[in-house]
């Protein structure tokens, strides 16, 4: 059971000129920092395919892990740890040993975007690599969107009209004949400090995708 990042991934990709140039930027100003496209992490034979939004500046940005290092990964791992999905609680490092069970976590936007603030463009530009990613699925599996530009993402990677599944907490959406889309509020500090998004809804969701991935609900009564 690998750890390893996809192959369908570009580590050296500048296809997004604002994204390169913040990146080089960012590089000079925080020489320790990872300052490049941050790759997908977890199982290669992953069931739960979990959909950020980016690297955070501070976080996967400067880690090389998404959601390593940042305040919406503190969250993130200790559900991941809670529904059985991780072997610890926390991320601290790309080289410490937390290794996901059925699970993997990407980004909609590999790079990391001025302002946390990706636009329209570079998420198109960026979708190929999901693509690839929902391509190496196997159902019966669950594809988890943290937020309403994840959530877009997954279904222009499946080529899915948007409106014909508009985002919302907790919906679950039959987009193919091998896996679902759940949708979930980001695990932001914004959102969990606003209470927009609670512990007990961040879990729900989680004990949903459970459910779905053990059998106890079936894909064709979503």
């Known amino acids: 059971m690998s750890q390893k990042s996809s192959l369908k991934f570009n580590p050296d990709c500048r296809d997004c000129p604002r994204l390169a140039d913040f990146l080089d930027q960012t590089s000079l100003k925080y020489p320790g920092y990872h300052a490049r496209p941050v790759a997908p992490f977890g199982d290669r034979d992953a069931r739960l395919l979990i959909v950020g939004l980016a690297p955070g500046m501070h976080g996967a940005n400067a880690t090389g892990r998404p959601f390593t290092g940042d305040y919406a990964g503190i969250l993130l791992y200790?559900?991941?740890?809670?529904?059985?999905?991780?072997?610890?609680?926390?991320?601290?490092?790309?080289?410490?040993?937390?290794?996901?069970?059925?699970?993997?976590i990407t980004n909609a936007v590999k790079c990391l975007p001025p302002q946390n603030k990706p636009q329209l463009d570079e998420v198109k530009h960026c979708n190929h690599y999901l693509r690839a990613e929902l391509g190496d699925l196997q159902g019966p599996a669950v594809v988890m969107a943290l937020g309403k530009i994840a959530h877009d993402a997954v279904l222009r990677a499946l080529q899915l009209r948007l409106s014909a599944h508009p985002f919302g907490h907790e919906h679950v959406h039959q987009v193919s004949d091998d896996f679902c889309l759940i949708d979930s509020y980001h695990c932001s500090r914004y959102n969990t400090?606003?209470?927009?998004?609670?512990?007990?809804?961040?879990?729900?969701?989680?004990k949903r995708a459970r459910q779905i991935l053990d059998g106890k609900e079936s894909l064709v009564s979503l």
């Open 78 to 104: 200790q559900t991941l740890y809670d529904y059985g999905f991780s072997n610890q609680p926390e991320s601290v490092s790309s080289d410490d040993d937390l290794r996901l069970d059925g699970c993997r």
């Open 193 to 206: 400090q606003t209470r927009r998004l609670t512990t007990a809804m961040f879990g729900n969701v989680f």
